[in-house]
């Protein structure tokens, strides 16, 4: 194919997906299928390949992120990005109207009422119709450039047809609840920290370093305002909503104008009542002066423009009465004490359950079965106990207790010192199943190539496996006919389970998923015991004359090592064939015995468990912090503390170079 023709298919390519994506992402009215949008994105993708020096900017391709960054440059806006001033009752929204009518000398004023989006506030700016910087508000003076990280939300266009020279519009990045939802529950099954609202999540996204972890959260905008623009500028604010709807961009909902104080306010008590029933948060509503010129007039205070205020929403609160206390079980073996109680209608649904958190949060408030309570949503999302109408009560509440033994599967709970979290310590508790086989099939544990979150989940909802040994027992013709394995795929896991049988003892041990078992712990137990029989046997006082192996280790594998079902799983998987012995291990070279490593920071090509594997085969030990015994400290970039201890005691530090040239003399 020759250049000029590539170049016509994939102009059409890119016109035909900015199209449709704005109607995806932005009206709501997709024209064609996903299989469709999918097969037109990689023809282009093929295309760009072929053809790089056609590649640009505004290429849909463009948006999947990728670029690390160092840190953020800074953006000063030419306009100044306000806030707007707060106000709680609708006799403050009338005090409002009041001032604005007196400053202009007329009654005649059309105001515009918006959804207040809980989000952050971006500029985005554009050159001859090419989206060139995208920023924060910051201080409103001061923001930082985001572009990259902007050009991965799919509702942002990166070209705009017919536009003015130079156009800055303002707009709000947000996530729906249902992203908020999605992506929460998938950092509670890594056991990241959960955020705690939407716009928390948006916000944090939108300024990571990595823009292709913004690709993943699956952002949103709304666009409420055009900030400057070099000509044919709209008289009024719904006009210019007009114009930028035109121009491709997804507008902020319930827009209207309306000509007097107390239509204003009937509508927003419309989007008061209806806010919980949207797909993405909001926390108030604006009202806006519509007349551009009347805005100019007004202008601002130091700190607030005059021609607008945002109606902050009560956060909604009902009375209820705690039904009963119920724990359900999470999928990292958290128990959750939950209040069951009488229905009630709250921001938009009705709200028959609420989180109690944990047994410290019902002690501190001192809830009891029976209490009549206030209850509300915590960021308008989640239900929660705010107190106790203790007045009310007749002697016959009664005081709850967290179970000793799991709901789910019967194993014992666990409270470590100085947590809040009680937890089940069962590993084949349904609850927690998926979890549990997730981390068993990861790289550094069992490396069981294929079997990733979607298919073990896939299998889950099959009835395949109901717990970590079932693995061992798929066949290809369970498997084969399940959508998107196929009959190579099926051959190559089963292969990839097959082959994981033979992995060195501290892999199985890790995998087990131990709390407070590493990688470096699975490795000195195996190294230790040689056996899983012994491991098994092995009492405090032996774990813990283990060299790195502490109190906390110990207690945990020895309580580990007591639960029935725990011991239930390691037969099923010696059963299988699963090995259960250390490999006998000569290590012929031996030029780092007797010296000990730290390695700190982040090294230009090895990871930290890739050089830590050099040492120890080369009969080296590596420690985690620095001591007089430390032989060297292996440090890459932002190394810290340990690097600061070192330079302090004298140790010798190396860089990457250096190692590289130890390992290869």
Known sequence: MQVEEAKKQIESLRESLDENSKRYYVYDNPAISDYEYDSKMNELKKLEKEFPELITANSPTQRVGGAVLAGFTTVVHEVKMESLQDVFSLSEVKDFARRVENAIGSSAVEYVVEHKIDGLSVSLEYEDGQFTRGSTRGDGNVGEDVTTNLRTIKSIPLFIKNAPHFLEVRGEVYISKKEFEKINELRELSELPLFANPRNMAAGSLRQLDSKITAERNLSIFVFNIQRMSENEPPTHAEGLSMLQRFGFPTVNGSLVLDNIDAVCA???????????????????????????????????????????????????????????????????????????????????????????????????????????????????????????????????????????????????????????????????????????????????????????????????????????????????????????????????????????????????????????????????????????????????????????????????????????????????????????????????????????????????????????????????VAGSVSKKTNYVLAGEEAGSKLTKAEELGIQVIDEAEFQKMIES
């Open 267 to 621: 509508e927003i008590q419309q989007i008061a009542d209806k806010r919980g029933e949207l797909p993405y948060d909001i926390d108030g509503a604006v009202v806006k002066v519509n007349n551009l010129a009347y805005r100019n007039l007004l202008g601002s205070t130091s700190k607030f423009p005059k021609w607008a205020v945002a109606y902050k929403f009560p956060a909604e609160q009902k009375e209820s009465t705690i039904v009963d206390i119920y724990v359900q079980v999470g999928r990292t073996g958290t128990l959750t004490p939950n209040a069951l109680i009488e229905p009630v209608r709250l921001a938009g649904s009705t709200v028959s359950r609420a989180t109690l958190h944990n047994i410290d949060n019902i002690r501190d408030k001192d809830i009891r079965i029976g209490d009549h309570v206030i209850v509300q949503k915590a960021g308008d999302i989640i239900p929660e106990i705010v107190s106790v109408v203790k007045e009310k009560r007749t002697g016959e509440e009664r005081e709850f207790f967290m179970p000793e033994v799991c709901p789910e599967c019967g194993a014992k709970v666990v409270r470590e010192e100085g947590e809040a979290a009680t937890k089940c310590t069962g590993t084949n508790c349904p609850a927690q199943i998926q979890r549990n086989i997730i981390h068993f099939c990861s790289r550094d544990a069992m490396d069981i190539e294929g079997l990733g979150p979607a298919i073990i989940q896939k299998f889950l909802d099959e009835g395949i496996i109901k717990k970590v040994s079932d693995i061992y027992r798929i066949e290809k013709d369970d498997i084969v006919h399940l959508e998107k394995l196929g009959d190579k795929s099926a051959q190559n896991l089963v292969n990839a389970i097959a082959r994981s049988k033979e992995n060195s003892l501290d892999r199985l041990i890790y995998g087990l998923g131990i709390r407070f078992i590493g990688v470096k712990a699975g490795k000195i137990l195996a190294a230790h015991f040689g056996d899983m029989d012994k491991l098994m046997e092995a009492d405090m006082d032996t774990l813990c004359s283990i060299h790195e192996i502490g109190g906390k280790m110990a207690q945990s594998a020895v309580e580990y090592f007591s639960i029935e079902q725990n011991r239930e799983l390691i037969e099923d998987l010696k059963n299988a064939g699963v090995n259960m012995k250390a490999a006998e291990t000569v290590i012929s070279d031996q030029r780092f015995s007797g010296q000990t490593f730290v390695i700190t920071g982040t090294l230009p090509t090895y990871k930290r468990n890739e050089a830590a594997q050099i040492i120890e085969d080369f009969g080296g030990k």
